[in-house]
């Protein structure tokens, strides 16, 4: 057990081709803002505040680029040929429906990129990342293999990081990653309890994205021993918890929760009591599963600070609901052992249905790990300011869904994309 242990957080960069087409069935916000002009510039320089306000704290932070998008080469293995403004343009009109899929830039919520074993857990002792087949979703399917490649890139060093591809049969074993996925131990140095959110067919109105197979396999290939599963609560589901992670959050001893997330919240609550015995489990009250949703209260990001101090990051919704921000206060002044709270403006990706946690991968590292993560991707200043300026230069101000089959947003894409790397030097 190692106390150097600490967390970094990988934020998503929002790309540029950043949109509301009402991609994801079962997501409220998605749905409800369909049409509407995103600001892709703004969007992502709310991303880039949020990780300057984290690295304010005191905490490494990370960032994850983009891929390319729209993807026109992915349109390629379902017979679109010629150059690639030849294909999209085809695409946007044989099918649109898939053409929108391949031009979002839903890669942002980075939540969902993979599912992080921390190493005291794991049979080999190294950080397992499963990268997650996002099969739910078809515009989300195609980052799978693309953000498996850039994990491995990133966390270079196979010593200390197992990066595995996307969980096969995609659509027997749907994986939503870390979204539906909470550790909770001592300590982020010592060993921890995995446990794995999922839903199952019960044929309500809103897909259940996170399979209970595909769970089962990540924690077989991380060597995990004695996981729990938490089948997610219908109820919550149906109200627009389409990943766990908008109804509960849980941070080394802590676990907040909404008590409505789980079919058998007492029975998860025993069980972690059981092997965790300094386990602090955090109610919300009179919040309803509509203002949890509405306002994203859970999708807060829950971080330890240097001092030890345990924070809540949030999403400026929370403060503007009044019963949600009287139970932070409550919380935060319970201090049991949640004491702070932090609040960020994320609008942009909140109206996909994307809060603070969503646009962030938690990434557990000792020193020797740390060194093995690959540093063009580890803010310093300098970094950041470099970020702000590539997106300031090149993201569009504005996209609604009708530009997107306009060929000068492709060619602005691509050099956004291409400036990106020169500016990171990936
Ligand atoms: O998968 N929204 C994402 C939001 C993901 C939030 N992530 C977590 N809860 N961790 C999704 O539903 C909307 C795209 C659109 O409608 O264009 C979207 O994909």
């Not at 942009?348 to 646009?359: D, F, I, K, V, W």
Request: glycine share 8%.
């Amino acid at each position: 057990m190692s106390t150097t242990t600490v967390e970094i957080n990988f934020d998503g960069l929002v790309g540029p081709t950043h949109n509301y087409a009402g991609l994801s069935p079962g997501n409220v916000a998605s749905q409800s803002n369909f049409g509407e002009t995103a600001y892709p510039r703004a969007a992502a320089l709310q991303g880039l505040a949020k990780m300057r306000a984290v690295m304010d704290l005191g905490l490494t932070q990370g960032f994850l680029p983009p891929p390319l998008r729209p993807a026109a080469g992915a349109l390629r293995a379902f017979g679109f040929a010629g150059s690639d403004d030849e294909i999209l343009a085809r695409a946007a009109s044989e099918d649109l429906a898939l053409f929108r899929a391949v031009c979002s830039a839903s890669s942002m919520w980075r939540a969902n990129a993979a599912t992080i074993l921390s190493a005291p857990d794991t049979a080999d002792g190294r950080v397992h990342m499963v990268t997650a087949n996002l099969a739910g979703m078809l515009h989300r399917s195609f980052e799978g293999p693309e953000t498996h490649a850039l994990l491995r890139r990133v966390f270079r060093d196979d010593t200390r990081f197992a990066v595995h591809p996307p969980l096969p049969s995609a659509r027997h074993f749907g994986d939503e990653g870390a979204a539906n996925h909470m550790r909770l131990a001592s300590s982020h140095g010592a060993a921890g309890i995995n446990v794995f959110a999922h839903g199952e067919l019960r044929g309500g109105a809103f897909p259940e994205r996170q399979s209970r197979r595909a769970s089962e396999a990540v924690a077989r290939l991380a060597g995990l021993a004695d996981p729990l599963y938490a089948l997610q609560n219908a109820k919550a589901v149906q109200a627009g918890a389409f990943h766990n992670d908008v109804v509960a959050v849980a941070n080394e001893s802590v676990l907040l929760t909404h008590p409505d997330a789980f079919e058998d919240a007492q029975g998860l609550y025993a069980a972690l009591h059981g092997r965790l015995p300094n386990l602090q489990v955090v109610e919300t009250r009179g919040i309803s599963l509509a203002d949890a949703i509405g306002s994203y209260l859970f999708n807060s990001q829950l971080v330890t600070l240097p001092d030890g101090a345990m924070a809540l990051v949030l999403p400026i919704e929370a403060q503007e609901n009044a019963a949600v921000w009287t139970e932070v206060e409550r919380i935060v002044a319970a201090k049991n052992p949640i004491s702070r709270a932090f609040v960020v403006d994320v609008r942009e990706s909140m109206r996909n249905g994307g809060g603070p946690a969503c646009l962030r991968l938690r990434v557990p590292v000792d020193e020797a790990a740390k060194a093995g993560i690959d540093p063009r991707y580890l803010l310093d200043e300098a970094r950041w300011e470099r970020l702000m300026r590539t997106v300031e230069v090149h993201w569009p101000e504005a996209v609604a869904p009708g530009d997107l089959a306009n060929p000068d947003l492709w060619a602005q894409a691509r050099a956004a994309h291409a400036a990106l790397e020169q500016a990171t030097g990936a």
